[in-house]
């Protein structure tokens, strides 16, 4: 048989076979997408070079270029907006990080005790932000609240959670901190649950502790785990807005205003859809530098080991 007449490689056969279908249910997602998500970005990647505030006029009253970037970059409650997410998420993410896969460290075992104490421990999962948001409210005034209570049974004064604007911050970190742990824990969890037990088995063996085991085995075998965990919980405490609004309304003045609730105020509250529109693109652009600077860190961690 020549070169020439021999049959086409079985993989090959298998494309052509497969394309139509492959173009049948790929093409028609690919147009929900971009209709979904491409069109909505075009029209506010529009909305931000126009001066068009809803109140004053059902039409955009005239293109402004770049100059609602620029008035949002310089604004100082933006700028302040930027800081407080920085502290509040970079702050939240690593109590997150370490709480979650600590206890699920702890509470690891097939035990009966240890599924009670996972349950429980997940329970805040269920909660939905604004109610958990409400709840904190109630429990944290510093006058009625339960927190300051029973403070006062150990002998400490409470400070005044949300009327000062130091406290308050803690106050959004300790919420965010009490309804995210539990997906890391969750998500760690399930990781142990897939490490094989003869490696832990073989370090025993050899002489290592469990907390040495921990440390040479289990984490860096979960280390892409931790990675993705990490990145959730980076852009869902980003962008967090309900427990903030329910918490805190941003106050006590400018104090607890994230980058969330700063475009939230701009498009629902003052309708400066040109601004709202500058504003989140530019969230966007910290989210992705946010994100770059995550995987950098991820490059660095390799190219160390």
Same mark, same amino acid.
């Given at each position: 048989?020549?070169?020439?007449?021999?049959?086409?490689?079985?993989?090959?056969?298998?494309?052509?076979?497969?394309?139509?279908?492959?173009?049948?249910?790929?093409?028609?997602?690919?147009?929900?997408?971009?209709?979904?998500?491409?069109?909505?970005?075009?029209?506010?990647?529009?909305?931000?070079?126009?001066?068009?505030?809803?109140?004053?006029?059902?039409?955009?009253?005239?293109?402004?270029?770049?100059?609602?970037?620029?008035?949002?970059?310089?604004?100082?409650?933006?700028?302040?907006?930027?800081?407080?997410?920085?502290?509040?998420?970079?702050?939240? !993410?690593?109590?997150?990080?370490?709480?979650? *896969?600590?206890?699920?460290?702890?509470?690891?075992?097939?035990?009966?005790?240890?599924? !009670?104490?996972?349950? !429980?421990?997940?329970?805040?999962?269920?909660?939905?932000?604004?109610?958990?948001?409400?709840?904190?409210?109630?429990?944290?005034?510093?006058?009625?609240?339960?927190?300051?209570?029973?403070?006062?049974?150990?002998?400490?004064?409470?400070?005044?959670?949300?009327?000062?604007?130091?406290?308050?911050?803690?106050?959004?970190?300790?919420?965010?901190?009490?309804?995210? *742990?539990?997906?890391?824990?969750?998500?760690?969890?399930?990781?142990?649950?897939?490490?094989?037990?003869?490696?832990?088995?073989?370090?025993?063996?050899?002489?290592?502790?469990?907390?040495?085991?921990?440390?040479?085995?289990?984490?860096?075998?979960?280390?892409?785990?931790?990675?993705?965990?990490?990145?959730?919980?980076?852009?869902?405490?980003?962008?967090?807005?309900?427990?903030?609004?329910?918490?805190?309304?941003?106050?006590?003045?400018?104090?607890?205003? *994230?980058?969330?609730?700063?475009?939230?105020?701009?498009?629902?509250?003052?309708?400066?859809?040109?601004?709202?529109?500058?504003?989140?693109?530019?969230?966007?652009?910290?989210?992705?530098?946010?994100?770059?600077?995550?995987?950098?860190?991820?490059?660095?961690?390799?190219?160390?080991?």
């Amino acid at each position: 048989m020549t070169v020439a007449n021999q049959p086409a490689p079985r993989h090959r056969r298998k494309w052509v076979h497969d394309w139509p279908w492959m173009v049948a249910f790929v093409v028609p997602a690919l147009f929900i997408v971009v209709i979904v998500q491409g069109y909505p970005l075009l029209f506010s990647a529009y909305l931000s070079t126009q001066d068009w505030i809803l109140t004053n006029s059902p039409s955009s009253e005239g293109f402004v270029g770049f100059g609602n970037f620029v008035k949002v970059a310089q604004n100082e409650v933006f700028q302040r907006a930027v800081r407080n997410s920085i502290i509040i998420t970079g702050s939240a !993410i690593v109590v997150e990080m370490l709480l979650g *896969t600590g206890l699920a460290y702890l509470a690891s075992g097939s035990s009966w005790p240890m599924r !009670i104490v996972r349950t !429980i421990l997940i329970l805040p999962l269920v909660i939905a932000p604004v109610a958990a948001g409400t709840l904190w409210r109630m429990m944290l005034n510093s006058q009625m609240g339960l927190t300051n209570y029973l403070l006062s049974f150990v002998g400490v004064k409470g400070p005044d959670w949300l009327g000062n604007a130091d406290w308050a911050v803690v106050s959004v970190i300790i919420v965010d901190v009490w309804m995210a *742990t539990p997906f890391v824990f969750l998500v760690v969890s399930a990781g142990l649950t897939g490490i094989p037990f003869e490696l832990h088995e073989s370090a025993s063996l050899d002489g290592a502790t469990r907390w040495q085991s921990f440390l040479r085995i289990d984490i860096p075998l979960l280390a892409p785990l931790l990675l993705l965990t990490l990145i959730f919980r980076m852009l869902e405490s980003l962008l967090s807005l309900d427990s903030i609004y329910t918490l805190t309304l941003g106050g006590p003045g400018y104090a607890t205003f *994230t980058m969330t609730y700063y475009i939230y105020t701009l498009g629902l509250r003052s309708f400066n859809l040109g601004l709202a529109a500058a504003a989140s693109w530019l969230f966007m652009a910290f989210a992705a530098a946010a994100l770059g600077f995550v995987f950098w860190l991820q490059q660095r961690w390799q190219t160390s080991q």
